[in-house]
C-alpha cells in the first residue's frame, strides 16, 4: 500500500501530488511531527502539529493516511499566519531539525525530496480554498470522550519531547 498527499481538484495542475511508501510516510509524518513541536508557539499552530502527528500509520493502519492539503485544519481568520508556520516547519525538517530524536537514519534524499514537493503544495494552496468544516469537525469535543482529538493542555511526550496526540506520541508508537 501507499500513502498520497495531494492538493483540491482545482489546484491538481499546479502540483504533482505526492505518493510515499508506508515506510517514507512515516518518516515523512515523524519529520514533520517533531519540527513542528520544536517550533510551534501558538495553539493553533500546535494543533496543526496535532493533526500531522495524527496521521500516525503505526496506530491508524499501514497505508490509510492519504490526505488533500484542504483536510488540514486551517482557519480562515489566522491562514496566512498558518502557513507561514506549516512553510517554516517544512524548511526545518528539511534542515534536519530535531532528527537525532528518531531511533533511527531516514535517507536524506527521499524524505527532502517530499518535503520540497509538500513545501510547493503549501505555497500554492490559498485562503479560498479553506474548507473551514475540516477544522471545526476535527477539533469538536464529544460528549464522555475520554481522548479528545487535540489533548487537553496540548502536552508533550516525556521521552522525545513532540506533542502527543489521542493516538499518543508518533515516536513513542513507532518504535514498540
Known sequence: MSNSISLP???????????????LTSVFIEVLSISGSLLA?????????????QRDQSVVGMGT??????????????????????LKVILKAI???GWEKLSYQPQPEFIISCLQQFYSM????NEEHVNIKNYLEWAEIEE?????????????CEKHDIYITCHGCVLCNSES
Request: cysteine-free; charged content about 25%; overall charge negative.
Open 122 to 125: 503549501i505555497e500554492v494552496f
Open 65 to 86: 493516511v492519504s490526505f488533500d492539503i484542504d483536510e488540514m485544519p486551517w482557519t480562515i481568520e489566522h491562514f496566512s499566519i498558518e502557513k507561514s508556520f506549516i
Open 9 to 23: 481538484s482545482v489546484l491538481n495542475d499546479s502540483v504533482e501530488s505526492i505518493g510515499m511508501s508506508n515506510g
Open 95 to 97: 534542515d534536519g531539525l
Open 41 to 53: 508557539q501558538t495553539n493553533r499552530e500546535k494543533e496543526l502539529i496535532i493533526w500531522i502527528a
Open 144 to 156: 464522555g470522550d475520554d481522548r479528545p482529538t487535540i489533548p487537553i493542555g496540548y502536552p508533550k
